[in-house]
C-alpha cells in the first residue's frame, strides 16, 4: 500500500520512505535532530516534530504536509536522517526514498518518487514550544523535582535531581498512597546518574538497595515542559511540581495522525511453551473500536508438575478490562487513555498506553503485537 494512500498527501509528495542497508546512518555517530522543523514557501508548508533517543540514533515523531500528518520514524547518522517507516507503513524501494542532512542550520529533506523530479525542502529548527522534544545544552535543564501521579492518587512517582560538574545524579522514588487509609509507603528507590549526550543524558539506574553493581543503562531527554525517562524498554514522563502531566489532545496533529492509524483496530500477541508436563503460555489483545469502546484482555499461565499424580502447581493470572477510549497528550505526546468501567476500589480507572503503529500491528508500551482485525 503507498503512502499516498495511507495518509493522503498529494501526489508529488506521497512519500513512503525507504532506504538501503548501504544508507542507513551509523547510530554511534548520530547527530540530534530533535525538535521542531519546519518549511514555508509559497503557500505551501512541510514540518517534521522529531524526538531521538541518545545513542541508538532511533528517531520517531510526525510529517506534516499540507495540513495532513503521520507518525514516521527513522534512523540518524553522522549528520543523516533516513525515514524508515510512514504511518505504519515500511519503507519500499519502488514508492520513493526521503533522506535528510544537515546543511549549516537546515535539515535538508531530497524527496524522489518514482517519475518524478526530485524536490528538496529546506527545513529550519524552530524554537521550543511546550510538548516539543528539545535540544538541551546544560545538565541544569534537568535538576530539580519533577512528578508523575495515577488519576485516582493511589501511586505516585517522584524524580529529584541534582546538577554538579558536568554530571547528574539522583532519585527516581516510587510511592503508594492507600486508598482509605491515606498511608503513604515508598515501595521502591532508584539511583540515578549520568552525564550530557547529544541534548540528552546517558544514564546509568539501579535499585538504591542494591548497588550500583545492579545499574542498567537509561536516558532522560526534555520534551519542552516534560522530563521523559527511559530505562529498559519503559518510557516515563514526568512534570514539575504544579504542572498538568495530562493535557486536551484538541488541535494536535500529531494526535489526529495517531487516531486515523488505530481507530476500529484490533492488536494481539500469544506464546505458549509445553514440556515434561509443563505449560507456560500468555496473551494480550487489546481493541480500539471505532464507536469508541476498548477492550483489554492479558493472561499470564503455567502449570508446573508436582512430585506425585494430581500434585501439579498452577500460576499467574489473566486481566480483563472493559471501557472506552480517547487520546490526551500526555508529557506533549499523544497516548491512548482507557476509562474502564468498574470501581475504584478494585482497580484504577484510568489507564495510559503509548502506541506507535507498526507496519502489521502496532508496538503498546514497548511490546510489539500484531493486527489481527477490526472492530
Known amino acids: 500500500m503507498g503512502f499516498a494512500r495511507s495518509i493522503g498527501f498529494t501526489p508529488l509528495l506521497s512519500l513512503l520512505l525507504s532506504c538501503t542497508a548501504d544508507s542507513t546512518p551509523a547510530a554511534a555517530q548520530a547527530r540530534n535532530f530533535a525538535g521542531r522543523w519546519a518549511y514555508t514557501e509559497a503557500g505551501q508548508t512541510a514540518e517534521l516534530n522529531l524526538s531521538q533517543e541518545p545513542g541508538s540514533g532511533r528517531v520517531t515523531g510526525t510529517f506534516s504536509l499540507f495540513g495532513s500528518a503521520a507518525p514516521i520514524e527513522g534512523e540518524a547518522g553522522s549528520g543523516a536522517l533516513v525515514v524508515t517507516r510512514v504511518g505504519g507503513v515500511p519503507a519500499s524501494a519502488d514508492n520513493g526514498t526521503i533522506v535528510g542532512r544537515l546543511e549549516g542550520g537546515a535539515l535538508m529533506l531530497t524527496v524522489i518518487q518514482p517519475g518524478a523530479e526530485p524536490v528538496v525542502l529546506a527545513l529550519t529548527r524552530q524554537g521550543g514550544q511546550p510538548g516539543e522534544p528539545n535540544v538541551s545544552t546544560s545538565v541544569g535543564d534537568f535538576a530539580g523535582r519533577w512528578e508523575a501521579a495515577s488519576d485516582d492518587g493511589t501511586n505516585q512517582e517522584v524524580v529529584e535531581l541534582a546538577a554538579a560538574g558536568g554530571e547528574v545524579s539522583g532519585t527516581l522514588t516510587v510511592f503508594e498512597h492507600g486508598y482509605f487509609s491515606n498511608r503513604t509507603k515508598v515501595v521502591r528507590e532508584i539511583a540515578v546518574r549520568g552525564s550530557l549526550r547529544q541534548g540528552a543524558l546517558a544514564l546509568q539506574a539501579w535499585d538504591a538497595e542494591a548497588g550500583p553493581a545492579s545499574a542498567v543503562s537509561g536516558s532522560a531527554m526534555r520534551r519542552g515542559d516534560y522530563l521523559v525517562l527511559r530505562i529498559g524498554s519503559g518510557e516515563s514522563s514526568y512534570a514539575r511540581p504544579g504542572v498538568e502531566l495530562v493535557r ?114 502496532a508496538t503498546i508500551d514497548g511490546r510489539e503485537l500484531g493486527a489481527s482485525g477490526e472492530c
Open 248 to 361: 486536551s489532545a484538541e488541535g494536535s496533529a500529531e494526535a489526529a495522525a495517531l487516531a486515523r492509524a488505530i481507530t476500529g483496530q484490533v492488536y494481539s500477541v500469544a506464546s505458549q511453551a509445553a514440556g515434561r508436563d509443563g505449560f507456560v503460555g500468555g496473551r494480550v489483545r487489546i481493541a480500539l473500536c471505532a464507536d469508541g469502546r476498548m477492550e483489554y484482555d492479558a493472561s499470564d499461565l503455567a502449570s508446573l508438575p508436582g512430585g506425585l499424580p494430581d500434585a501439579g502447581v498452577d500460576m499467574g493470572g489473566t486481566r480483563t478490562r472493559r471501557g472506552g477510549w480517547g487520546i490526551v497528550l500526555r508529557a506533549g505526546a499523544p497516548v491512548v487513555r482507557a476509562q474502564w468501567e468498574g470501581t475504584g476500589t478494585s482497580y484504577s480507572l484510568t489507564e495510559y498506553f503509548q502506541i506507535r503503529p507498526t507496519a502489521g500491528g
